[in-house]
């Protein structure tokens, strides 16, 4: 225990140097560069996982609409099904419709209003729908899975980078 506050108390200071006061814009400017091109890279996997999950749930969705359901199933989920359906297909369509900017913030933003869309959207009319699609709503909730781990890389990213922006 001893040595564990020994070594927290001798811990490196932060490398000093010296900067002339006219040359700390110049220098701020080329950490936000750096910063800035460090987030592009380390965000170009995720945004692309997440454009292509995006894709792929649009697919999936699609393929819902056109789906033909079990004809032993109930009448009344059979009617639940035919009632929640289009509800639920419009309303992932309007969630995934939504145009992902180029921009990692601005991206980040509407990925985070697509995933709270389709996740809404699926504990809403899809929750009925369970049932009736198993296997397709098993896939919608692991794209919306696969949306959700990659938001979460991104978070981790951007707060660094706000981090050292500040």
């Known amino acids: 225990m001893y040595k564990f506050i020994k070594d927290l108390l001798k811990q490196k200071e932060p490398e000093k140097f010296t900067l002339a006061f006219d040359a700390i814009p110049a220098w701020l400017d080329e950490r936000e560069k750096t910063s800035r091109a460090s987030l592009e890279t380390e965000t170009d996997v995720p945004i692309q996982n997440i454009r292509n999950a995006t894709a792929q749930l649009q697919h999936i969705v699609n393929g819902i609409a056109d789906a033909e359901h ?41 990925a985070v209003e697509c995933v709270k869309g389709c996740l809404n959207s699926t ?8 049932v009736v699609f198993p296997e397709e709503m ?10 959700g781990r990659e938001m979460n ?13 500040a």
């Open 123 to 130: 504990r809403g009319q899809g929750r009925y729908l369970q």
């Open 70 to 110: 079990d004809p032993a199933i109930h009448p009344k989920l059979k009617s639940i099904a035919k009632n929640s359906l289009p509800l639920f297909v419009k309303a992932m369509n309007a969630s995934l419709s939504k145009e992902l900017p180029e921009d990692i913030e601005e991206f980040y933003s509407a």
């Open 138 to 147: 098993k896939a919608v909730k692991t794209g919306i899975d696969t949306i």
């Open 153 to 165: 890389a991104i978070t981790t990213l951007l707060t660094t980078y706000r981090k050292q922006k």
